[in-house]
């Protein structure tokens, strides 16, 4: 099976850095996404993660471990606009076919 | 990008009733995948809608309860049968294109 753990809320400043942390057990690898949710909305793409390594995107950066079943998700410049939930899924190819399975996210508050 | 279409965005639905879901993509896609997020959680795999053949659906989840349709490339149903108050949900559906997990926007049902 698999399974994904990312903290349940964080609280950060307006301006500052954050990083949202994930790891996970799953036995059929295929890449590790993050998503943005913010209330009300579907899931936003963010990044994706397939070797190891950091994958930057303006003030969004990935970085992942396949070795140690790791990932984070790092925010710069926080902005107000940022509070919302950010979601670690990884895909899974162990039954055949490939299935995205999300953990339950991070809520994350910026304050002024 | 996907661009995908859910309809309904939303219904309010009485115990017992059954609703169906439809998901059109602008575009051929292999794999689509149905999701279910409860109010305050994360995502929850339902099953994945299979091009020709029955869904594969996850554990927790019986095609008696959540029929799927997937006649082409293109389009998939969920149908949520049987209703109850524990129902109420977001139903969302998604689509790998270009590696990437793209969502609709969703459909809110709220069982009475």
């Known amino acids: 099976g698999q399974n994904i753990d990312q903290p349940t809320e964080m609280t950060a400043t307006e301006g500052a850095i954050v990083q949202i942390n994930c790891t996970y057990q799953t036995s059929g690898f295929n890449g590790l996404f993050w998503y943005q949710q913010h209330a009300g909305e579907a899931p936003t793409f963010l990044s994706y993660?397939?070797?190891?390594g950091l994958e930057e995107k303006g003030r969004f950066s990935s970085f992942l471990s396949r070795s140690k079943g790791y990932s984070y998700l790092l925010l710069k410049e926080l902005q107000m606009k940022d509070s919302a939930s950010y979601l670690c899924a990884v895909r899974d190819r162990s039954t055949g076919g490939f299935k995205t399975i999300f953990g339950a996210g991070t809520r994350l508050f910026v304050k002024a | 990008s996907a661009v995908i279409s859910q309809k309904p965005s939303r219904d309010i639905c009485q115990r017992g009733t059954s609703l169906t879901i439809q998901c059109q993509v602008d575009s051929q896609v292999t794999m689509m995948f149905w999701y279910r997020q409860q109010p305050g959680q994360s995502l929850t795999l339902i099953a994945t809608?299979?091009?020709?053949?029955?869904?594969?659906?996850e554990s927790g989840f019986v095609i008696d309860k959540f029929p799927i349709s997937r006649p082409n490339l293109t389009f998939s149903t969920l149908t949520v049968s049987n209703m109850s108050p524990e129902d109420s949900s977001i139903y969302l559906c998604?689509?790998?294109?270009?590696?990437?997990?793209?969502f609709g926007e969703g459909s809110r049902l709220t069982v009475l």
């Open positions: 809608a299979n091009q020709g053949s029955e869904a594969t659906y």
């Open positions: 998604s689509v790998v294109t270009l590696g990437e997990l793209f």
């Open positions: 993660n397939v070797l190891d």
